[in-house]
């Protein structure tokens, strides 16, 4: 099992939608816990953190489930420019080192 | 978040060679890190490079075929050595951003090898 899982998609949803990407880690010492943003050819790029209590930025909100292992991002009103691959990540307690999920595509169309 | 470049932005390179990529950052940072992007594929963590001190491999890797130089606090060069095409990939380096152990990464190299 991956210690971090994300359904691949392509999620494809119309402009002005509601989409939600959820993502699993296995390894229960983990300790912070992030959404990037990477787009096709272009290198990750840090969306949002996400806390316990969870967060909200705009149209996006992110929410962490630590009870059962799960992280999530709510996207509002999507723009086509929303059109990317969301990777969510995950750091362990020792040696901050960062897993990344395998990438949730999503394709806003007109 | 610090400004980060790497060079080459991109080579295609013959199978046995070597390349060596370079990762600049524009403030001093304790920790470098680099990573490999195979295709289609997420992220996956090479090494940790550290300033003064042999680098960190992860599972899987190994300093003879991925040596890692870092000679100051604000640069770093890994270097892909006898390639295959297995090797090609694109390779990221990045740095931790804050308190909170983000990371922010460079716009990485694009490496074909023929």
């Known amino acids: 099992r991956k210690e971090v899982e994300q359904d691949p998609g392509p999620f494809n949803v119309p402009e002005g939608a509601t989409v939600a990407f959820n993502c699993t880690y296995s390894n229960s010492a983990s300790q912070s816990f992030f959404w990037y943003r990477q787009d096709c050819r272009k290198e990750p790029k840090l969306l949002m953190s996400?806390?316990?209590s969870g967060n909200e930025d705009g149209r996006f909100t992110a929410q962490l489930n630590r009870a059962s292992q799960y992280i999530s991002l709510l996207i509002r009103d999507s723009k086509l420019s929303d059109s990317a691959t969301y990777l969510c990540v995950v750091i362990r307690r020792a040696g901050n080192m960062l897993t990344f999920g395998g990438g949730t595509r999503l394709m806003v169309k007109p | 978040s610090a400004v980060i470049s790497q060079k080459p932005s991109r080579d295609i390179c013959q199978r046995g060679t070597s390349l060596t990529i370079q990762c600049q950052v524009d403030?001093?940072?304790?920790?470098m890190f680099w990573y490999r992007q195979q295709p289609g594929q997420s992220l996956t963590l090479i090494a940790t490079?550290?300033?003064?001190?042999?680098?960190?491999?992860e599972s899987g890797f190994v300093i003879d075929k991925f040596p890692i130089s870092r000679p100051n606090l604000t640069f770093s060069t890994l270097t892909v050595s006898n390639m295959s095409p297995e090797d090609s990939s694109i390779y990221l380096c990045?740095?931790?951003?804050?308190?909170?152990?983000?990371?922010?990464f460079g716009p990485g190299t694009r490496l074909t090898v023929t």
């Open positions: 403030s001093q940072v304790t920790m």
């Open positions: 996400v806390y316990s």
């Open positions: 490079a550290n300033q003064g001190s042999e680098a960190t491999y």
């Open positions: 990045s740095v931790e951003g804050g308190t909170t152990y983000e990371q922010y």
